[in-house]
């Protein structure tokens, strides 16, 4: 007699093997502890045919399907960077030319944070990872080469992707998901492992080289495993003919955390491709947004702005230099601040917004909906009239795109050709060179076992001890005799040294913890210098700085080179009080007055770089 096996119609059994009974402990409950809780993570995978004019459609698309990562082929795209594209969706892409294959990797607004990598392999395989609660997740979006592509160009990809497959760390969820331009069919003999035998149609040659990969590496084809109508399983349309060419593969031993794949027929963003989604249980971060403290609009301090802070200033009174260093300092910097919230005014705060959504008004919004409602009746009808109208509407949704990013343009064309126009661009170069890093923050560190830390705690932690070794670090060096000690008192600052201390300052420079910039200075006049002359003379006399300028804030900047999980890739700056930095600069002047310092001494000496080393000593070796 045979034992009978209640098997479930979804990756979560496994006919091999019967599933076991729970265990029941204490009061007869399953489980002793509480189990973690696991998101339902959506994945999904679409040729776009070319991502110009649709972006914003993408976005859309994400949020309105509750999609976190989308896989994207054909994108048309050239170059390697990353953007932002609306409703917090962030965009990685990769690709050689411009009117050809490029493919890229959309992920939303709760998991972007967490990306510790990009691997931009070619223009047929892209992938990333993104830091999860139990691991990693890395994700590949693919493209296989097309029916009229050599087969050498076709040995080339699998054997490329083959060496990504392989490179991802053992322990990693692996999800390749794309276009691979090949039918697997029903049919699993052979394959029954990584076949769940309901695919669509039969099995071409190129089908067999998918299968065979998934093999190789134990991944499984996620849509074959579930129970779907044909209209959930065709991801091409064209000519007639129907295909299921698009696929979702995951390592074989996590198919049980995929709940769901389907194929979502009723959008209309690629034409003839539809896209495929698949939703997974990941055990995902905690997301929380980094909140923005208000700030003091500075930039704002010009013109008649910066007469009325310099009255109010005045009204208010400075408090008299010579009193206690601390005392003094906190009251000069209170007033300052307060003069300047009610001058200047203060950002919103609160959390980060998304700004990339300028072009996406209402008007433009009916016209796109405008084309999916024709499409949808294309679908339906399939008369000539209805494809008539579609490809009308169409046109219409990408000439309303056009134009709307056209007059934004204008906008932009008529700032810069304001007096404000070189602080303009450099503003807006800053922002979009920031979007367009792959790494933003960090999220997840190593330790010095090489072990990750995800907890906000731990990762803070780690970074105070790794600066603190860098900073304290004693190298062995030859003890100097003690010099002559320089005979007479120092003299006092002078308004001149102070004066020319704060012309050199450079603006728009990030403040300390104190948050007053040496712009508030300038625009205080001869106040300003002679105030700070007599408390920079309180200092020297009493050699003693205020506690408040030992505070600063270190920001680790990635290098853009190595593992951006290893502090040693990351550049520590160093964020003091400017008005120390005017301290400072007088001491600078001072001491080279009295020191004579070689013209050889790069780095130390004005026009002379530590580049210009570099490059002398390159010459002498190529010589």
């Known amino acids: 007699m045979w034992n009978t096996v209640n098997a479930r119609t979804s990756p979560g059994s496994d006919l091999q093997e019967a599933r076991p009974p729970p265990v029941v402990k204490k009061r007869g409950l399953p489980r002793e502890e509480r189990p973690r809780l696991k998101t339902l993570v959506r994945v999904g995978s679409l040729n776009v045919g070319t991502l110009t004019g649709k972006t914003r459609e993408i976005a859309d698309f994400m949020a309105r399907r509750r999609i976190h990562v989308l896989c994207l082929q054909e994108t048309r795209w050239k170059g390697s960077k990353a953007r932002e594209i609306g409703d917090g969706v962030k965009l990685f892409y990769y690709g050689i030319e411009a009117k050809r294959n490029g493919v890229a990797i959309a992920v939303s607004e709760p998991l972007k944070e967490y990306v510790s990598s990009v691997n931009r392999v070619s223009d047929r395989i892209i992938s990333l990872r993104v830091a999860t609660e139990d691991g990693f997740w890395t994700v590949m979006s693919v493209y296989a080469p097309q029916c009229g592509c050599t087969e050498a160009e076709k040995e080339a990809f699998y054997d490329e992707l083959d060496d990504v497959i392989r490179s991802a760390p053992e322990g990693d969820y692996i999800t390749v998901a794309g276009d691979f331009n090949g039918h697997v069919g029903q049919d699993r003999k052979g394959f029954e492992r990584v076949h769940g035998g309901r695919g669509f149609g039969r099995r071409n040659q190129e089908g067999e080289r998918i299968v065979e990969l998934a093999e190789a590496h134990d991944l499984a084809i996620a849509s074959t495993f579930f129970m779907k109508r044909e209209s959930q399983k065709i991801t091409y349309c064209s000519g007639g003919r129907q295909s299921e060419i698009d696929y ?14 389907k194929t979502i027929p009723g959008e209309e963003i690629a034409g003839q491709h539809r896209p495929v989604v698949a939703d997974v249980c990941i055990a995902l971060q905690k997301h929380t947004k980094a ?327 390159r010459q002498l070796m190529e010589k």
């Open 248 to 261: 979702i593969l995951v390592r074989r031993r996590f198919l049980k955390t995929v709940k769901n794949v």
């Open 291 to 617: 909140k923005r403290e208000p700030r003091i609009r500075w930039w704002k301090l010009a013109g008649e702005t910066q007469k009325t802070f310099r009255d109010k200033i005045i009204a208010a009174g400075l408090p008299e230099p010579y009193g206690h260093i601390d005392s003094v300092w906190a009251s000069a910097a209170t007033t300052i601040l307060t003069c300047a919230r009610d001058t200047l005014g203060e950002t919103k705060g609160g959390r980060r917004g998304d700004r990339a959504t300028w072009f996406w008004s209402e008007d433009v919004q009916k016209i796109v909906k405008a084309k999916k409602d024709a499409y949808k009746v294309w679908q339906k009808t399939k008369s000539l009239s209805s494809l008539a109208e579609y490809k009308l509407r169409k046109k219409e949704a990408k000439a309303a795109v056009a134009r709307a990013k056209n007059a934004v343009m204008d906008e932009l064309y008529d700032k810069l050709e304001s007096s404000q126009a070189e602080k303009h661009v450099f503003r807006l170069a800053k922002a979009r060179h920031r979007a367009s890093l792959d790494v933003t923050e960090v999220r997840a560190v190593k330790n010095e076992d090489g072990e990750v830390l995800r907890d906000p705690v731990a990762v803070k932690e780690r970074w105070r001890v790794y600066f603190e070794h860098l900073l304290n670090e004693e190298f062995p060096r030859k003890p100097k005799a003690p010099a002559e000690p320089v005979a007479g008192p120092m003299q006092p600052w002078t308004a001149d040294e102070v004066r020319k201390a704060i012309k050199k300052m450079k603006a728009g420079k990030a403040t300390g913890p104190d948050g007053i910039p040496v712009e508030a200075w300038r625009s205080l006049g001869e106040l300003g210098v002679r105030w700070l002359t007599e408390f920079f003379n309180n200092i020297t006399r009493s050699a003693k700085m205020p506690e408040a300028w030992r505070d600063s804030i270190i920001v680790p900047i990635f290098k853009r080179k190595g593992d951006a999980m290893n502090c040693t890739n990351y550049r520590g700056i160093k964020l003091i009080a400017h008005t120390m930095k005017i301290y400072e600069r007088l001491l600078d002047m001072r001491l080279r007055e009295m020191v004579e310092i070689s013209p050889d001494r790069f780095g130390f000496v004005p026009e002379r770089s530590t580049i210009d080393a570099i490059f002398i000593a």
